[in-house]
């Protein structure tokens, strides 16, 4: 059945089999935050939590930048919170970024 974005997305929240029950086991629990310790050095933290029967999925996350004129290098890690989770979790991430916004590259 066609209907508009807005109609479909309103219509979404009423949709599981399980009722209105199983609607708010559906939503997601997560919360992060990021501390600047000076202009160009950054630690950050997350947790992300899921019902049981939707997934189970609870993890912790960490991470760091620096800031080095046009290059920032992030590291990242992903802990599992349960032993339940299929998941693969304990990743870790690192990303070199360069800011090419003022060179000419032609």
Same mark, same amino acid.
């Given at each position: 059945k066609e209907q508009s974005s807005l109609?479909?997305?309103l219509h %979404?929240? +009423?949709? @599981?089999p399980g009722g209105w %029950? !199983? !609607?708010? %086991? !559906?939503l997601m629990f997560s919360f992060g935050f990021e501390v600047w310790i000076r202009p160009k050095i950054v630690f950050r933290s997350g947790y992300h939590k899921e019902h049981i029967d939707k997934g189970d999925q609870q993890y912790? *996350?960490?991470? @760091?930048?620096?800031?080095?004129g046009q #290059? *920032? #290098?992030n590291l990242a890690a992903t802990f599992k919170n349960n032993s339940f989770s299929s998941k693969p979790y304990n990743l870790f991430? @690192? *990303?070199? #970024?360069?800011? #090419?916004? +003022?060179q000419k590259l032609f």
């Open positions: 109609n479909g997305m %979404s929240f +009423n949709d @599981a %029950s !199983e !609607e708010w %086991s !559906e912790y *996350t960490v991470g @760091a930048g620096v800031h080095l #290059i *920032t #290098i991430l @690192a *990303t070199v #970024i360069y800011d #090419i916004k +003022n």
